[in-house]
């Protein structure tokens, strides 16, 4: 039985092969992961979305970088949500959230991005490589797991 989150999870392998094939020496890199909704009881059972990472090593005069981004849709028109990430360091499910609340638009979609370049930070002070396969989610005002899935995981540096 193929599930969204088998969907997602061979989706997410998929890309980041293509991904590894094309990062270079002092070349950025990004891989994206596709987000699914609960198998159980979803909030938003149409709702689709995909977690985003892109990590610019120094180079020159260029300072090292990473950004996240969000992308989800059918979502709840003008409603709050929240990102949660399972805390590396600690054994089993410890999610904490992570950045600020999240409003979509009149659609009910989001486009929001997390980039250290403009002051924003990591989840617990940790690199993107060291976040790689933390389970990730998306949750509404009430706490409900919107949209589930893991955090990409960048090709090994050349």
Do not use: C
Not at 76 to 90: C, F, G
């Amino acid at each position: 039985m193929t599930t969204p989150m088998t969907k997602a999870l061979a989706a997410a392998a998929f890309l980041a092969l293509g991904a590894a094939a094309l990062a270079g020496p002092g070349q950025p890199s990004s891989a994206r992961n596709l987000l699914a909704v609960p198998e159980t009881d979803p909030p938003d059972a149409d709702a689709t979305g995909s977690l985003q990472v892109k990590f610019f090593p120094a180079n020159g005069a260029r300072a090292e970088r990473t950004w996240v981004r969000l992308r989800a849709h059918r979502l709840d028109r003008k409603a709050d949500y929240t990102m949660w990430l399972d805390d590396p360091a600690v054994a089993g499910d410890d999610f904490v959230q992570w950045d600020a609340v999240i409003t979509t638009h009149g659609r009910g979609n989001v486009n929001t991005r997390v980039d250290t370049k403009q002051g924003g930070s990591m989840p617990f002070g940790k690199s993107a490589q060291d976040l790689a396969g933390a389970a990730f989610q998306l949750r509404n005002v009430d706490g409900a797991v919107v949209l589930e899935g893991s955090f990409p995981t960048l090709p090994p540096p050349e």
